[in-house]
């Protein structure tokens, strides 16, 4: 069963606009949280990460928001540019344990 | 230049024929893991390997083998391969288990 969701498969934006890519989780015991991107025939690249005693962390376009009630994490861009266009996967994994668990992409695309 | 090497990048092959990908990093990394890639099950980890000699099963292990006898390598055997190990499978590796981790470029199985 699925434990990290990602229910959007596609998702399309104007350039300037804001992205807003959504992740959810069910287990509970999931206390780190990554996202990467991924491009046409090149590996997933990291791009930002959140422990579970933050409920936010920003890097530069990019921020992360994590509500842990809700076992709910997005990915805002902003501003959207047409090089973010690709496929997003959010991860997580518990501390103590040592696999990861990915959803299953959500496809972004920055209309120029 | 800091990098994982997957090779080969794309390969076909017949039921029942052992094969071997291999994944090799050069950033001292002492985590490694393969993952495969299939559409609407995002990515799934199969092996990881935490140091030399240490390997343990990650989501889906079945079909699969792994060896890390040098800290730079990290081969996938499959045995006997099957249709259904037809996918996209990428190595990564990282410092430490669940932090930010550096994929190769992806091998694309075919099994027929």
């Known amino acids: 069963d699925q434990q990290v969701k990602q229910n959007s498969p596609s998702l399309s934006v104007q350039e300037g606009r804001i992205s807003i890519l959504n992740c959810d989780y069910t287990?509970?015991?999931?206390?780190?949280f990554l996202w990467y991107k991924k491009y046409p025939a090149e590996g997933p690249t990291f791009l930002i990460s959140?422990?579970?005693?933050?409920d936010k962390n920003e890097d530069g376009r990019f921020t992360v928001f994590l509500n842990k009630s809700a076992k709910h994490l997005s990915l805002h861009i902003v501003p959207s540019q047409p090089g973010d266009s690709a496929v997003y996967f959010c991860?997580?994994?518990?501390?103590?344990?040592?696999?990861?668990?990915f959803g299953t992409g959500t496809r972004l695309t920055v209309i120029p | 230049e800091a990098q994982v090497t997957q090779n080969p990048r794309y390969l076909i092959t017949v039921t029942g024929k052992k094969l071997t990908v291999t994944c090799s990093q050069n950033?001292?990394?002492?985590?490694m893991s393969w993952y495969r890639q299939d559409p609407g099950l995002g990515l799934r980890q199969i092996y990881y390997?935490?140091?030399?000699?240490?390997?343990d099963k990650g989501d889906v292990p079945e079909g699969y083998k792994v060896s890390r006898k040098e800290k730079r390598n990290f081969p996938l055997i499959l045995e006997s391969p099957s249709p259904n190990q037809t996918s996209l499978y990428f190595c990564?590796?990282?410092?430490?288990?669940?932090?930010?981790?550096?994929f190769g470029q992806g091998t694309r199985l075919t099994v027929v």
């Open positions: 991860a997580a994994s518990e501390t103590g344990a040592n696999n990861l668990f």
């Open positions: 959140i422990s579970s005693i933050k």
């Open positions: 287990n509970s015991m999931f206390d780190y």
């Open positions: 390997s935490m140091n030399v000699e240490v390997t």
């Open positions: 990564a590796s990282s410092f430490e288990g669940l932090t930010e981790a550096f």
């Open positions: 950033m001292n990394h002492e985590y």
